[in-house]
């Protein structure tokens, strides 16, 4: 069975300074991450995603992640974050159930980003 | 477009209410999601539609009763809820509910229960 750690469940940070977000995944099969991202009192939007390919995965808002197969990691990094991107960020693994693919979620990171 | 709505935006409701939750997309998704977030928590899957049949039911419980009139609409249908079904209801869908297709999600319902 998948399933997904955020190692961190607050991430208090400066403006301008960089962050990486922390994500590890189990799974025996080939798997599909994401990064979603929930403004307060939002839905989920997805910042990026890794299906195959390119190890280094570019996403919207200057957010990129680096998928890890040895380390069955997945972080997320900003260089320079702003103050809008205070949110909670999902870290997400589709997995398998009877023939269909659904999301397994980690717990989610709380990024607060300080002035 | 790559919007999903969802009516209304608040709900209270008492325990002996019916109400249902309405979610549109026109992205000519084939497959459409209900997930509930209680607060500080992530989403957790309830149903999964695909080609407007029900694939998956996460043993919720009978009190929640989805429907997909089309392949745009999804409907959740709530009857005797408890107040522990107070959360955000959130929406999702994506291209197929099979492959790699990534979820694109609504704003969501938050519903409170009295």
């Known amino acids: 069975a998948q399933s997904v750690t955020q190692l961190d469940s607050q991430v208090p940070v400066f403006e301008e300074a960089p962050v990486e977000l922390r994500c590890n995944y189990s799974?025996?099969?080939?798997?599909?991450l994401f990064w979603y991202v929930q403004y307060p009192n939002q839905g989920l939007q997805l910042l990026l995603k890794y299906l195959s390919g390119s190890t280094l995965v570019k996403g919207i808002n200057g957010f990129e992640a680096e998928f890890n197969k040895s380390q069955t990691s997945f972080h997320l990094r900003k260089p320079s974050v702003h103050i809008s991107d205070t949110a909670e960020y999902f870290c997400?693994?589709?997995?398998?159930?009877?023939?269909?693919?659904?999301?397994?979620f980690g717990a989610g990171t709380r990024l607060a980003v300080h002035p | 477009d790559t919007e999903v709505t969802q009516t209304p935006k608040h709900l209270v409701m008492g325990m002996t209410n019916k109400k249902s939750l309405k979610c549109e997309q026109h992205?000519?998704?084939?497959?459409m999601y209900w997930y509930k977030q209680k607060a500080k928590k992530p989403p957790e899957l309830m149903f999964v539609y695909s080609y407007e049949k029900l694939s998956i039911n996460e043993s919720v419980p009978s009190r929640f009763s989805p429907e997909c009139p089309n392949s745009s609409l999804l409907n959740l249908h709530l009857h005797a809820l408890q107040p522990e079904d107070s959360a955000l209801y959130l929406c999702?869908?994506?291209?197929?509910?099979?492959?790699?297709?990534?979820?694109?999600f609504g704003p969501g319902t938050r519903l409170t229960v009295t």
């Open positions: 999702a869908s994506s291209q197929q509910a099979s492959g790699s297709h990534e979820q694109y």
């Open positions: 799974s025996s099969v080939s798997v599909y």
């Open positions: 997400a693994v589709s997995g398998r159930s009877g023939g269909y693919n659904k999301l397994i």
């Open positions: 992205m000519g998704h084939r497959a």
